[in-house]
């Protein structure tokens, strides 16, 4: 981490670019937090139906209070645009999060280990592979079950003493084996690169888009399934990255150093791999926060996966379907998004000059 | 190059069918349906004269009717509305062969994906009404954003226009964090609005019978519904191909064969178009043959924005409605294009490189 501020201080001090951009981002989400306390004329979602596309700046606009006229329903497009920037915000940010970190998990197992580093004693393996269906019936599905129908209690502990005796048994079973028969305990490789790899190659052949529209059909149109679903489309991205990358720190001298003096593969992966990984993590996740950006807008002005009562950039914009001569309705809440996404790929081309000059040598 | 071909294509048809089963599966097996949003509706719609019961009898009919009544696959875990409780362990019954999937499965082999939901219509004949617009809409653009980039690069790779690469590069970085949603409202708002320049027709493909018109009417009636979204689709990429036919340029223009070509005493003009351009094109396949399938998606905004009846606007209908029968199609289809794209793209890479011949072969 230190070394990553180390290389981005130089940046903010020359670059006049970097440091316009970075403020900027500061501002806006500085904005987005404290915008309930702001003293707005009108709450988003308030319906002023006797002004309906009121252009902005007229006198009519300023006389009744919205500066940056209506929409169709009345509806105060400043209140609208700046609202829009904290739903924005307040999902790409924690999808972008949440898909970095697993693509960085996965992506580094798989450079780290290979298709040979990952060695278990088979018979460990069969009891893994056992218990993930036995813990998702009665860890997950079963509680789950009782939590909707509103059952008795007692079909929970029933669960939990199943799942607790069978996970017992299993483990049981298969040390017994292991101990018996040498085929049981001989190691076998588990193939995570492949098994990643694969992985993102299934999810890459369809493209993003086209798969999360389709998968947002099948679910209720709900915020925090929708992000789980964006998750679960970005981070093969990331994890190809940090695989990459993982594999191009193994080779490093000073990588081979750490493995030779007896570190743990922990160790390793946290204190001599993750700091180096840092640079270009910062690239794509700047990058693919401009993207979530426009794609959540692009949702929203689909009215796909999303509530319509989301208050948001895309179904303010999806106003002008209505009425293509209400450009405000584009022009305010769509160079909002246009700017954020210049700032934060003016970021992400900084920070790529400085972390690829840095990593060749 | 035949077998290797032949190879390829024949290990893609088991991933085709893994993702396509996982589709289907999942649009099944979620909850909630076309027909019960529709029938089932208390309010409002034509259904909802009748009471609740003669609404459920509806449904009934039309599950039965469109085979959605059967199980939804050979081996299912006890459901739900046969034993209202919770069981504590998981009853597995075998529907044998008369289920959804096994009909989906042999109607693909026969050449029949269903029939829509929504329409009442087959499937096949949906996306092959409107494959055709799509199909011209993106190779047309594609075909012109590829022309641009090539000159473009060119020109900036010349020496004595230093200038119009220090022009060109900001445009086009400021285009590129314009999203896609944003640019085609903002040329429809510009170009089609009779509040500014009305100088493209804006929505739709016009109305005229298809055998009416002349050849070059038709044409030219086709081209002027066609420019805009044209135009923002070839806005939307030229940033990112420019860069990459630029900087794979430029690597070409530090070889050692561009040196010889300039030692040699060839005109900048010829060392650029001869021997630089030709070896920075391979990468170009990949990026094109990359470029294909995201296409279909890139076309989903353009087309619903401008109303032009392609595959993306079936496909956001369709979300929009449930209709899992299309949907599920759709994928398929994205499927095969885009391993079609890469079978293209290998025979290419094979035509243009001589050295990739023996190890295709």
Not at chain 1, 115 to 127: A, I, M, S, V
Not at chain 2, 45 to 63: C, D, T, V
Request: aromatic share 12%; hydrophobic share 50%.
């Amino acid at each position: 981490m230190r070394y990553a501020w180390q290389s981005i201080k130089p940046l903010w001090q020359r670059k006049t670019g970097f440091r316009l951009a970075l403020i900027y981002l500061a501002l806006i989400f500085l904005l987005t937090l404290i915008l309930p306390l702001l003293p707005l004329p009108y709450p988003p979602e308030y319906l002023d139906l006797e002004h309906p596309y009121l252009a902005p700046f007229t006198p009519a606009a300023l006389e009744s209070g919205h500066p940056l006229g209506t929409d169709g329903l009345g509806r105060d497009l400043l209140a609208n645009t700046l609202y829009g920037a904290r739903t924005a915000f307040l999902i790409s940010l924690p999808v972008m999060l949440l898909a970095t970190g697993i693509g960085i998990v996965l992506g580094t197992a798989a450079g780290y280990f290979g298709n040979n580093g990952l060695r278990h004693p088979l018979h460990r393996l069969f009891f893994y592979l056992l218990a993930v269906p036995v813990v998702a019936n009665y860890g997950l599905y079963i509680p789950w079950q009782v939590y909707q129908q509103g059952a008795a209690l007692s079909y929970f502990w029933w669960a939990l003493i199943i799942l607790c005796g069978s996970l017992l048994a299993l483990w049981l079973l298969f040390r017994w084996l292991g101990k018996r028969h040498a085929i049981w305990s001989s190691s076998v490789a588990v193939p995570v690169d492949k098994g990643v790899m694969r992985l993102t190659e299934a999810l890459n052949s369809i493209p993003r888009f086209v798969l999360i529209l389709v998968l947002a059909s099948f679910l209720p149109p709900s915020l925090p399934l929708l992000s789980l679903l964006l998750v679960f489309t970005l981070w093969p991205g990331t994890a190809r990255l940090a695989r990459a990358e993982m594999l191009r720190i193994k080779e490093l001298p000073y990588f081979e150093a750490a493995i030779s003096i007896g570190n743990t593969p922990t160790r390793l992966l946290w204190r001599h791999a993750l700091p180096n990984l840092v640079g270009p993590t910062l690239v794509a996740f700047t990058f693919g926060l401009g993207g979530v950006l426009a794609l959540e807008s692009s949702l929203s002005f689909l009215n796909i996966g999303v509530p319509s009562s989301l208050v948001s950039w895309g179904r303010t914009i999806a106003g002008i379907r209505n009425n293509t001569s209400a450009w405000w309705l584009v022009a305010f809440p769509g160079g909002l998004l246009s700017l954020t996404v210049l700032a934060l790929y003016t970021c992400s081309n900084y920070f790529m000059q400085i972390f690829s000059s840095k990593s060749r040598v | 190059m035949f077998p290797y071909l032949l190879r390829k294509l024949l290990l893609a048809i088991p991933a085709i069918w893994l993702l396509g089963t996982l589709v289907f599966l999942l649009s099944r097996l979620l909850p909630g349906s076309f027909a019960e949003e529709r029938l089932l509706n208390q309010e409002g719609g034509f259904y909802s004269k009748g009471s609740q019961s003669s609404r459920e009898g509806a449904l009934r009919q039309y599950q039965e009717r469109t085979g959605q009544n059967l199980p939804v696959f050979y081996v299912g875990l006890a459901s739900q509305d046969e034993s209202p409780g919770i069981s504590l362990f998981p009853k597995v019954s075998w529907h044998g062969t008369d289920n959804q999937y096994h009909r989906w499965l042999k109607g693909i082999f026969t050449g029949d994906l269903g029939t829509s939901y929504r329409t009442g219509l087959p499937v096949l004949d949906m996306i092959w009404k409107s494959i055709g617009n799509t199909f011209w809409l993106l190779l047309a653009s594609m075909v012109v954003t590829l022309i641009l980039a090539l000159e473009l690069s060119i020109l900036m790779a010349r020496e004595r226009l230093r200038w119009l690469r220090s022009l060109v590069l900001p445009i086009l970085f400021f285009i590129d964090s314009i999203p896609m949603l944003v640019l085609s409202l903002l040329l429809l708002v510009l170009l089609a609005n009779p509040d500014f320049l009305q100088i493209f027709p804006v929505y739709g493909m016009g109305y005229f019978v298809p055998g009416q018109l002349g050849f070059w009417q038709e044409v030219g009636q086709r081209l002027q519904y066609m420019a805009l979204p044209h135009l923002a689709l070839v806005l939307v990429n030229l940033p990112y191909i420019t860069n990459q036919v630029y900087s794979s340029l430029q690597a070409a223009l530090q070889a050692d064969y561009t040196r010889t070509a300039r030692a040699k005493g060839l005109p900048e003009r010829l060392v650029i178009r001869r021997h630089a351009l030709r070896n920075a094109l391979l990468p170009l396949i990949t990026i094109v043959s990359d470029f294909l399938p995201a296409l279909v998606s890139g076309s989903i905004l353009v087309e619903t924005i401008f109303a032009i009846p392609g595959i993306g606007r079936l496909l956001v209908e369709s979300v929009l409605a449930r209709d899992y029968p299309v949907l599920v199609a759709i994928v398929l289809v994205v499927l095969v294009v885009r391993m079609v794209a890469y079978a293209l793209a290998d025979t290419a890479y094979a035509l243009a490189d001589p050295r990739l011949k023996p190890k295709l072969a």
